[in-house]
């Protein structure tokens, strides 16, 4: 039954849940000893729901998120045994389980910089980070010809300098499509910087703040940051579309330009294919992809490496 009250209790149950935060005073997504993060915080909120029934459930994100970045879109998932998934149950009065937002909320309290907006049960097949069919962001700057408001200065970057929003519109859409990503990805171990960009343009809002619209397959460890870095160093004139491209394609490390900060970053949506392809998609993005030869043409619907990191910045 939708609600989570059939009499036949599988032996895992999946959650998905969905969840925004601040990320200004986490050190990122990833448990780390000592050191305050998203996940962290909201499995030791899992372990007091859970405290009856076990060792408390981990949960699997679609994107890692760095230290600094926000989230209005994240989505992780938990699998319940079957005696967590009855005691909660029964805790709740036989309840539906989006009554276990409601918990986990309750214990982080009312003032608090991680909210998790929903909870259901995740459809058969579903895996936050390896169902998932493109990750959307946004990076907020505050240029020279912008306000400076201090009431969004937590999620939107100030930048000195008057830029031109037409030639970083005209700058990110010449980067669209299948590539190798290493000018502008961090290097990991057992990860590929193999993406499809599928979207990527700036505009600037009726308040002067200049928005970034990023959106890819996956993201390599801080590939959006360096994009916009390199957009913003087009719109202030100090790189010219050829050169932009051609730092792309040379597949190496430059300074120059400058990978932004993490606060102007947002992780908005996460998108999901039809609940029937979900468990394909799945197994699909396991699957181990080869290096991108110089000769390929980009195919759009290439899929990701089962090592990638998804850490997004």
């Known amino acids: 039954m939708v609600d989570g009250t059939a009499s036949i209790v599988p032996e895992a149950t999946r959650i998905r849940l969905d969840i925004a935060y601040d990320g200004t005073d986490f050190r990122g997504w990833t ?17 007091t729901v859970f405290s009856r029934d076990g060792a408390a459930p981990a949960l699997t994100v679609a994107g890692r998120t ?3 970045v926000h989230a209005l879109g994240q989505v992780a998932h938990l699998d319940l045994t079957p005696a967590q998934f009855s005691g909660f149950s029964r805790a709740r009065n036989g309840g539906s389980v989006a009554r276990l937002a409601h918990r986990l909320n309750g214990i982080a309290g009312l003032d608090t910089d991680v909210v998790v907006t929903s909870s259901s049960l995740a459809p058969t097949g579903f895996d936050a980070r390896f169902s998932a069919v493109w990750r959307r962001y946004e990076y907020r700057v505050a240029d020279a010809r912008a306000p400076r408001n201090p009431l969004v200065r937590r999620g939107t970057l100030w930048y000195p300098r008057a830029l031109d929003a037409s030639l970083m519109e005209d700058a990110a859409a ?5 590539h190798d990503w290493t000018s502008f990805c961090k290097a990991r171990d057992g990860s590929t910087s193999i993406r499809t960009l599928q979207e990527f343009g700036w505009s600037r809002q009726d308040d002067g703040i200049l928005v970034a619209r990023v959106r890819a397959d996956a993201f390599c460890h801080s590939m959006v940051r360096a994009l916009v870095g390199a957009t913003i160093a087009v719109g202030e004139g100090r790189l010219t579309l050829e050169r932009l491209v051609g730092i792309r394609d040379a597949l190496e490390r430059t300074s120059e330009f400058k990978v932004v900060p993490s606060k102007g970053l947002t992780l908005l949506e996460v998108g999901y294919p039809d609940d029937g392809e979900l468990a394909a998609r799945a197994e699909q993005t396991r699957a181990r992809r080869g290096p991108l030869e110089a000769a390929d043409r980009p195919r759009p619907f290439e899929r990701a490496h089962p090592n990638q990191q998804n850490y997004d910045e």
Not at 174 to 178: K, M, T, V
């Open 31 to 47: 448990r780390q000893p000592g050191l305050r993060t998203v996940q962290g915080e909201l499995e030791t909120a899992l372990a």
């Open 66 to 68: 760095d230290a600094g």
């Open 174 to 178: 010449s980067l669209l499509g299948l």
